[in-house]
């Protein structure tokens, strides 16, 4: 294949496989050939549907907003807690991975934001920190795909699942949103399309469900964990208890410097559980994993606990309550 032949290759196919254009042929047909077989490879795979293109661009972060379903608290996003972004950001002098958004108006027409960010809310603040602290350069990487609410949900549900920096609080109140949005509030319609197990699904809701009193008792609602609603969900079955609890809450709200996590579920479960007069006292146990309620209930004793809890941590709310027996 002569040089003019393998240059016109070169016009008609650059691109399509993604890399930058090949160097002209030095034996005069090989890798000329080569170069023809790779491209029009390509072009089979995108045509058969076994390839993808997709179009990255790099944006102006102003130039998007959080999606009102996105699952993230925007607002308590800090330097400190995206310290990790903002290294590997500056050592890399890019964004390595694009976030989802979707377009909000026609490209030139209108004004205002003109994308919303469905995944990718860590990444924005990142880029528009290190454009206001002494680096312009850097732009937000997205990429734009259309999607429905529930796909755009469900998409955001799947990238933050395992990530420690989201919250379980924030999880389960994107759930609670979202089961009653998308779903007609048929939790197992939703588990199913989520892939997770109703028990998993029901546990979130359940937090989503925390009285406001007690969030406000955390000095941060990144602090609230799916098992300290599980802790506490015994004592606010009863009426006496439950107002102990509540109480307890809004007098740590009001303490300065703010209590610790462990502090402040400590101090509710023993106000719950403290033995209100004319009545059979309530004890509440458990070690990592669950959470054993023993009461009486006449002349027996009644042991409650949540089936999903482990063989060891119920062997061990039981030897917890012997002991107290016995002392």
Known sequence: MSKKHDDIFNDVLS???????????????????????????????????????????????????????????????????CADLIEGMKAQGQQEFPAIVRRLRPAGQGTGPEFEVICGARRHFTVSWLRANNYPQFRYLVEERELTDEEAFRLADIENRDREDISDYERARDYARAVKAYYGGQQKLMAERLQVSPGFLSRFLQLARLEPEIVAAFASIREIKEIHARQLRPLMADSEAREAVLAEARAIAQESPRVATPAILSRLRAAGSKTAPGKAGVQVTGRGDGQVRFGRKGSAVVMEFDPEISDAALRAALDDYLERRRS
């Open 15 to 81: 691109g399509l496989d993604g890399n930058e254009p090949a160097a002209p042929a030095e034996d005069g047909s090989g890798r000329a050939q080569a170069r023809f077989l790779k491209r029009s490879t390509a072009m089979s795979e995108q045509i058969g549907g076994g390839r993808q293109e997709k179009v990255l661009r790099l944006v102006d972060p102003a130039s998007c907003v959080m999606w009102e379903g996105h699952n993230r608290a925007y607002e308590l996003l800090t330097p400190e807690n």
